[in-house]
């Protein structure tokens, strides 16, 4: 079975510093990976993924992620955090094999982003 | 605008009064998927749907029901709701089995007292 761990619950940092939300996964092949965030009282917004190739990958509003097949992570980041970002961010994985013709998601638990001004 | 829009947004009711929240995309993708989103357990999976007429269970479809009749249409029903169903719940579509990015409602907020 595929999952998803999301270590922190909560990462405050201040404007202008480097983030980063850590995200590690576990699927049999070769994975999807996404990161989605949530502003308050919206939906999910896709902000990234990892298909294959290059392992940095480039996504919105400047974030970027980190696939690591050695250490099964796939930690989001960006350079200089505004407050702006303050969100509930969400990583994901999808095993391309499927079931029955279906690739499932599974989501991890969130991790909310503290942007301190 | 494309978009995914469910309704209704918020909705408070009492337990074992069947309720039905509608679910309707614009874009004309195959896949659509109902999750509840709890704290600590991030969002999981109710139901899914490959195309009209094809659905299967999630990962937690116990007191849920869906139907695909239409395309752009996948409503989310509780026949009889219990206390333990209150939760914020999410429409998803995506186009198909080769796409990546999903599309997500603005969320229906559930509470059964």
Known sequence: AQSVAQPEDQVNVAEGNPLTVKCTYSVSGNPYLFWYVQYPNRGLQFLLKYITGDNLVKGSYGFEAEFNKSQTSFHLKKPSALVSDSALYFCAVRDPRGSGGYQK???????KLQVIP | E???????????TVTGKKLTVTCSQNMNHEYMSWYRQDPGLGLRQ???SMNVEVTDKGDVPE?????RKEKR?????????????????????RPGQDSYEQYFGPGTRLTVT
């Open chain 2, 73 to 93: 249409n996948f409503p989310l029903i509780l026949e009889s709701p219990s206390p333990n169903q209150t939760s914020l719940y999410f429409c998803a579509s």
């Open chain 2, 2 to 12: 494309a978009q995914v829009t469910q309704n209704p947004r918020y909705l408070i």
């Open chain 2, 46 to 48: 109710i139901y899914y």
């Open chain 2, 63 to 67: 007191g849920y029901k869906v139907s």
């Open chain 1, 105 to 111: 998601v599974t989501f991890g638990t969130g991790t």
